[in-house]
């Protein structure tokens, strides 16, 4: 099965926009979706499909994708917004899901 | 209101056994898939299991295939997961999740319930 690769950790300054990416082969058969996680709480998924958001997600979130590569996009970011962020995807057979690593951000 | 609430977790020894169960309400739980996920301690989410509407159909990660079963009742509205030949690194937090579609998204979570193997 297919790996989704997060960088570990990104900061970005109040009030600016900040780009999340996920690399995997995967993607280049199947949306990325994306998951904001808090500390002792369960995931909350941000991002699905082309550009979707759930009903409640802030438009400062969206989501783009080229190649093998998608993104998560926060434009305006908050101090609630600090957050472990998690892609998710099919795997290349579509059997098996996978997720990145995560990718923890802190808003400074 | 879409609830999903886990019970079933708890501390057992290596070797010994589990069975998790979803509780689910607040949609027609007989038309979506279910999966289960995983969290170590301190760790990142990983996927477990997934089964289709009626049960027909199931997958599992390479590291629970043969050890872990994925089961639903749609009759009381709940997804199972039997858990066997428990290891130390099968630690964490197991959440069951509603996938939105086939494509793999999950869009409404539990809680997630702890399980613990050790001596």
């Known amino acids: 099965s297919s790996e989704l690769t997060q960088d570990p950790a990104v900061s970005v300054a109040l009030g600016q926009t900040v780009r999340i990416t996920c690399q995997g082969d995967?993607?280049?058969?199947?949306?990325a979706s994306w998951y904001q996680q808090k500390p002792g709480q369960a995931p909350v998924l941000v991002i699905y499909?082309?550009?979707n958001r759930p009903s409640g997600i802030p438009d400062r979130f969206s989501g783009s994708s080229s190649g093998n590569t998608a993104s998560l996009t926060i434009t305006g970011a908050q101090a609630e917004d600090e957050a472990d962020y998690y892609c998710?995807?099919?795997?290349?057979?579509?059997?098996?899901?996978?997720f990145g690593g995560g990718t923890k951000l802190t808003v400074l | 209101e879409v609830q999903l609430v886990e019970s079933g977790g708890g501390l057992v020894q290596p070797g010994g056994s589990l069975r998790l169960s979803c509780a689910a309400s607040?949609?027609?739980?007989?038309?979506?898939?279910m999966h289960w996920v995983r969290q170590a301690p301190g760790k990142g989410l990983v996927w477990v299991s997934r089964?289709?509407?009626?049960?027909?159909?199931?997958n599992y990660a390479d590291s629970v295939k043969g050890r872990f079963t994925i089961s639903r009742d749609n009759a009381k509205n709940t997804v199972y997961l039997q858990m066997n030949s428990l290891r130390a690194e099968d630690t964490a937090v197991y959440y069951c999740?509603?996938?939105?579609?086939?494509?793999?998204?999950?869009?409404?979570w539990g809680q997630g319930t702890l399980v613990t193997v050790s001596s």
């Open positions: 607040g949609f027609t739980f007989s038309s979506y898939w």
């Open positions: 499909g082309q550009n």
């Open positions: 089964i289709d509407t009626d049960g027909s159909s199931t």
């Open positions: 999740a509603r996938a939105g579609d086939s494509s793999g998204y999950l869009d409404s």
């Open positions: 998710n995807s099919r795997d290349s057979s579509g059997n098996h899901v996978v």
């Open positions: 995967g993607l280049r058969s199947y949306y």
